[in-house]
């Protein structure tokens, strides 16, 4: 191993002063727990990504069912507008299908008491 040379030694970032010896090896030392703690905080990282593509992914699956699931609910409403409108044409008509029929559309779309 070579003569240390203090004439070309590195400026100490803490103090602009040249570093020493002990110096480099603190330095060093703090490079290196550095590098672990950026190591550690990389693998959290990733962890985290891969969470959050898991939670993208569930809510791709939930939009698909969510579409389904209206879908579903239009062709409900569709079968009960015509038993609301059984033996009365285009209107809703008061036999006790057509009500009952009725009372599935509103809870349906919502407008229930």
């Not at 703690?37 to 939670?55: D, F, G, M, P, T």
């Not at 507008?81 to 919502?110: F, M, P, T, W």
Request: proline fraction near 3%; hydrophobic fraction near 35%; charged fraction near 30%.
């Amino acid at each position: 191993m070579s003569e240390y040379n203090y004439d070309n030694a590195p400026t100490n970032p803490h103090h602009g002063g040249k570093m020493t010896p002990t110096d480099m090896s603190r330095r060093i030392e703090e490079l290196e727990e550095a590098e672990r703690v950026n190591i550690l905080l990389i693998a959290r990282i990733e962890e985290q990504v891969e969470w959050v593509k898991s939670l993208a992914d569930d809510l791709i699956a939930a939009a698909g069912r969510e579409a389904c699931l209206k879908e579903n609910l239009a062709k409900a409403v569709e079968g009960f507008e015509k038993l609301a409108c059984l033996g009365s044409g285009d209107r809703h008509g008061n036999s006790d299908g057509n009500v009952i029929a009725q009372r599935y559309i509103a809870e349906l779309e919502g407008e229930a008491e």
